[in-house]
């Protein structure tokens, strides 16, 4: 890999980009370090490249990012699985200090081994000249990180024996001591991969056991004495340069480390970017190496924090119904945390990519410690974009640190009209409110870009909206407005942006464009799928011709024996089981249910045992079962016997039991989709992630032409504790009929309007066909159904089961994009293989990439067709401003399974769940082969169009 592309920036923008105190170094090293970089580039310039490292000694290591990474040191005690990380790939490292000892390290430091002690670390300097010290070390140390898994180990504090040891014949007694033992180690484990931190004076003697040599502060370095940062004085730099040499000159790649605060993250690139051209694999990071830092690669952090206070569950937030979506599309995943629970510890910086906060008033509980906080994460280069009100009391101090100043604040309802908005980020659905209950704070932006300013009548201003150097605001009514009530619909009166949240997110948050996994498409075709509801199984149909047939029987005449679209039939047992809701007709209904399970294009989902409706109740009051209290169903559907809510039965009970009765042999439970109001716990999410059994429902999008606004469309779904909830991506035939209500049962047909929105400007969500089995029971629904599917039928998709959604869901969260010199790597994208990018940034360069099969455009985005790579590589993507001469693949009706260019040849592999359809790029005149057969294409405009019988195949395009 290269160096990061950072770098590429900044030099192309000039020292601008670099702070006064780097600009000084380079002055000063201007002379003589310019001449011995010269003679140490030179002198190894037939040396290996450097390449990607990183060292994460937190807690908590972050194992999807740390996978960009060619080679991983982590600290042994942490919360780190060598095995599930490497995956026969030996990449990760296990920090394990020779020299040095803390007692936590052995299981007793025996007097006779301890040389002295280091009062900076407080750790006993070892004697490594004693036979038995060093087998201690292989014994209590090295032992069990082997049995742990790990086959490499960076070996650190080499040189500790000088602080205790002044004697020259004491110094060569430790040096061959040291000797010995890493023979020691690389005798009992030849495989083993070690690191060692300095130590140059024993490399010679060594040399051929070692895979590489590190050394600490070369430009930038962390003194443990006084708690700070430090720059290296140039002779000390010269010094270590030379010792870099001539280690490299044995042979042995060399690593620097160096320190900075995380705030200064553009000069840690800067720095990094001058260690590589030195010819030394670089890696800048913060002092305790808690953060994920920078290397020859910067990975991209892809998550945003949200913060929340009030009664209410996260899902039941603005910030996950309005917020969380336009941040999924613009590639991140959001994590909601109630301040009642506590801020996280540490700074954020290099783990997320901003911050989000919405609260209701200014005077949330935990104000004071959450502006501290805050204010720390900004100091760290985090960005915060604050919606609502700022939850802590907007005094002067407070706002002047933020940049911002407050006049005198008016009572009550104050009349106001807008003095500036600016129409690119005010205004999106709705315009701003003139008047609303304590709506109008007196505010003046001193540093920044205002978007909407109000003025009230006795003149006073308010700063609404606005861009800072911290991040940006905007406050209430002027984020989201409700439009008041909708005489044909019922329920709460919708709401619609005032502000362009895609717009005003990727500026305050200063969110890079770059590539970003996508869960609307696959192989340039938007996805398409289907999920049933088990809810109306066992209803009998008012359709004349099916009259008392279950409704479960008309659904698999009518829909799914008919039309061959991948779909998830979920079950709720209760209504199968001999002693359940309808003992008599179990048996009759076991056998549909075996006839649609055992459809080629059904997979078996679980609706759970009694279908709970309201989930959170029962969780805190398991004796609700049975009773209906205010619902119009009750807490759950009342099954005989079931008195007592069991999350365990609901879930883990249920799945067996379908596999056992109604899955054939071969299938099991795929998807569990939620019931009710599908608000599962964290507890209860965790029982399905157990039983490796994904999960579907919640959210959804409800966008029509009555109301356009994508406040209606919810996001990816949500995390709770360690597990995401996948949200169905559109919603349900029950909320388009007014709960199956008449005169509204041909209401399904609005999900077209839903399905047309949320495909431009912006391509939101995939094609979902969301019903449950009670449409069979109605002319007017089993109607509204056909003409639904029919119209998706129409469209140029790719057809997918919904549990390969909710797998892509799942991986959008874990994938990761690392940036590099020339090129951006994708790695532990697993499901996620659609990636898209702002067309105006180019198009793949397809030659010299890796794991490419091509790409195609919908409106102002570009999608990336990406592939499964071997194991311990990475997809490279990077993008040229020409459009690629080579074939590439345009868009497919399947997965790709394997993509390759040999010269100007293009490879590939498809598998999907129809007969296979793909269209392909600068193929005119190109032989296109399946193994050994010759294929005819049809030309569609520039594009070659092939059909083929066959749901998978391994096809190649070679040119002339």
């Known amino acids: 890999m290269g160096f990061g592309d950072p770098f590429a920036a900044l030099a192309a923008k000039g020292s601008c980009f670099l702070s006064g105190d780097t600009l000084m170094r380079l002055h000063d090293l201007k002379l003589g370090l310019a001449a011995l970089a010269a003679m140490f580039v030179l002198a190894l310039s037939a040396q290996a490249r450097p390449f990607s490292i990183a060292f994460y000694y937190g807690a908590h290591p972050p194992r999807h990012a740390l996978q960009a990474f060619r080679w991983v040191v982590v600290q042994p005690d942490s919360a780190f699985s060598p095995r599930r990380f490497d995956q026969g790939r030996e990449r990760a490292f296990a920090y394990a200090a020779v020299g040095e000892a803390s007692p936590g390290e052995y299981r007793r430091i025996p007097p006779r081994c301890v040389l002295g002690k280091d009062r900076t670390w407080g750790t006993a300097i070892l004697d490594e000249a004693r036979r038995t010290c060093r087998r201690d070390f292989l014994h209590d140390v090295l032992a069990p990180l082997w049995r742990r898994g790990y086959r ?146 910067r990975v991209m952090p892809r998550k945003i924090l ?92 407070q706002l002047r640190a933020l940049g911002l100043s407050a006049g005198r604040i008016p009572r009550g309802l104050v009349q106001n009209r807008v003095a500036f908005s600016d129409p690119r980020y005010v205004g999106f659905e709705t315009h701003p409110v003139p008047a609303a209950p304590d709506n109008f704070l007196p505010l003046a932006l001193r540093k920044g870009r205002t978007l909407l300013a109000l003025r009230d009548a006795q003149g006073q201003t308010e700063d609404a909206i606005g861009l800072t150097p911290w991040g940006g605001y905007a406050l209430s009514p002027d984020v989201v407005s409700a439009l008041g009530a909708v005489p044909h619909r019922k329920g709460k009166a919708p709401a619609a942006w005032v502000l362009n949240p895609f717009r005003f997110f990727r500026k305050a948050l200063r969110l890079p464009p770059m590539p970003v996994p996508d869960t609307t498409t ?101 004796g609700l079962m049975g009773h209906k209290g205010n619902l119009r169903y009750g807490y759950a559907l009342a099954v005989p016997g079931y008195t007592r809510f069991s999350a365990r039965k609901e879930i883990v009970w249920a799945d067996r039991w379908i596999d056992r009765h109604i899955a054939p042999r071969g299938k099991r439970v795929s998807l ?38 994508v406040t209606k469309v919810r996001g990816l ?83 997918v089961f919904p549990s390969h959604f909710a797998r892509i869901a799942v991986d959008f969260g874990h994938a990761v994009v690392a940036r590099g010199a020339h090129s951006w790597y994708i790695s532990d994208a697993g499901a996620a293989q659609e990636w898209r990018i702002p067309a105006r940034l180019g198009y793949p360069r397809l030659r010299g990439s890796r794991g490419l099969a091509g790409f195609d455009r919908h409106g102002a985005v570009r999608y990336i067709h990406i592939a499964p790579v071997p194991a311990g590589k990475t ?56 193994g050994d057969l010759v294929l005819r294409g049809r030309p569609d405009g520039s594009l070659m169009t092939y059909h083929l019988e066959a749901h998978h195949g391994h096809f190649t395009a070679a040119c002339p």
């Open 152 to 297: 490499g180990f960076f070996l650190d504090d080499i040189d500790a024996y000088r602080q205790a040891v002044a004697t020259k014949a004491g110094r060569a007694r430790q040096r061959q001591g040291l000797i010995r033992l890493i023979r020691a180690i690389k005798a009992s484990h030849p495989e083993a991969r070690l690191i060692l931190n300095r130590g140059f004076a024993i490399l010679p003697a060594i040399r051929t056991l070692v895979s590489a040599v590190a050394a600490e502060s070369l430009f930038d370095g962390w003194d443990q004495r006084t708690g700070r940062y430090v720059q290296v004085a140039a002779a000390t730099r010269r010094s270590l340069l030379q010792k870099l040499a001539g280690a490299r000159r044995l042979g042995l790649p060399v690593i620097a480390i160096d320190y900075l605060p995380p705030g200064r993250r553009r000069q840690a690139v800067a720095d990094a970017r001058r260690i590589a051209a030195l010819g030394i694999t670089p890696y800048v990071a913060d002092g305790r190496l808690s953060l994920l830092g920078v290397s020859t690669i």
């Open 306 to 397: 949200m913060l929340y206070s009030g009664p209410e569950d996260a899902q039941h937030t603005s910030l996950n119904w309005y917020a969380a979506m336009p941040l999924n599309y613009l590639g991140y995943s959001t994590r909601i945390r109630n301040v009642a629970d506590g801020l996280p510890r540490g700074t954020l910086a290099g783990r997320y990519a901003g911050i989000v906060t919405w609260f209701e008033n200014n005077h949330v509980t935990q104000g004071a410690a959450l502006y501290r906080w805050l204010r720390r994460q900004m100091r760290d280069g985090v960005p915060v974009a604050v919606l609502g009100s700022f939850g802590f009391p907007a005094d002067a101090g």
């Open 522 to 622: 696959e192989s340039g075709r938007r996805m398409l799928m289907a999920q049933i509801d088990g809810d109306g199984f066992a209803n009998k149909s008012w359709i004349y011709r099916y009259r008392d047939q279950y409704a479960g029987a008309v659904i698999l005449k009518q829909i799914l024996e008919k039309y061959r679209i991948p779909t998830s039939a979920s079950f709720i047992v209760s209504y199968f089981t001999p002693h359940g809701l309808f003992p008599k007709a179990a048996t009759k209904l076991t056998a549909i249910a075996r006839r649609i399970a055992a459809l080629p294009w059904v997979e078996v989902a679980s609706h759970t045992f009694s279908h709970p409706f309201d989930w959170p109740a029962l969780e805190r009051d398991p």
């Open 672 to 709: 569990v989709q939620w019931s009710g109001d599908c608000d599962p716990d964290a507890r209860v999410l965790a029982l399905s992630y157990r039983a490796h059994v994904l999960n579907l429902n919640g959210g959804g999008a409800t966008e029509t032409y009555a109301e356009p606004f």
């Open 717 to 799: 779904g949500i995390f709770k504790g360690r597990h995401f909830q996948v949200y169905s991506p559109m919603q349900d035939e029950n909320v388009y009929t007014h709960s199956w209500t008449s005169p509204y049962y041909y209401g399904y047909v609005r999900a077209i309007q839903t399905f047309k929105l949320t495909d431009t400007p912006r391509r939101l969500k995939p094609l979902d066909i969301y019903y449950h089995f009670y449409s069979g029971a109605r002319v007017a629904g089993l109607r509204a159904l056909r003409t639904v599917i029919a119209w998706a039928l129409r469209q140029r998709t790719d057809p």
């Open 875 to 930: 997809v490279r993507i990077r993008l040229t401003p020409m459009r690629p001469r080579v074939p590439f693949l345009h868009d497919a009706n399947a997965a790709i399974r394997a993509a390759s260019y040999h010269g100007a040849a293009l490879s590939f592999a498809l598998r999907g769940n129809a007969p296979l359809s793909f269209r392909l790029a600068n193929a005119a005149g190109c032989r296109v082969m399946d």
